[in-house]
């Protein structure tokens, strides 16, 4: 059994392993660039909440130039965090997370700053997914 001075630093590392697991299974997603966008973005929504501090109450939404991928049980609230996809110097889209219920504070509103980080390598990375599918019109 853990240590009481462990506990803290056992959680911190799960929640870091949630968040490398997510990237992982998007980066998977995005590296599919044979495969048509709209089915890859929605596949990316769907991976992303599992690498959030409370995935079971987390949606996702990504907005790209008028096209919106969400899940089947997606809905806005005011536990908000959103990250611009930018793409040649100007923003095409936004990608969201949202909780459905309020959590606890935490760094940003219910949100810890490692979740910011990730939701902005999120958009990172499908900046240069859009960019590659834009430069081989697959």
Not at 2 to 18: C, F, G, M
Not at 34 to 61: K, M, N, S
Request: charged share 30%.
């Amino acid at each position: 059994m853990a240590h009481e001075n462990q506990r803290p630093l056992i959680s911190e590392l799960r929640e870091r392993a949630k968040e490398l697991n997510c990237v992982y299974e998007i980066e998977n997603r995005l590296n599919q660039s044979d495969r048509p966008q709209g089915e890859v973005l929605q596949e990316v929504v769907e991976a992303i909440p599992p690498g959030w501090q409370y995935p079971e109450i987390c949606v996702a939404e990504i907005v790209l130039e008028g096209q919106r991928y969400e899940a089947p049980d997606f809905r806005e609230t005011p536990w908000k965090l959103t990250a611009d996809i930018i793409q040649q110097d100007h923003v095409a889209g936004t990608v969201s997370v949202y909780y459905v219920k309020e959590m606890p504070p935490a760094d940003i509103g219910p949100f810890l700053t490692d979740e910011k980080k990730l939701i902005e390598t999120i958009a990172d990375r499908l900046n240069h997914f859009l960019t590659y599918k834009k430069m081989t019109h697959v």
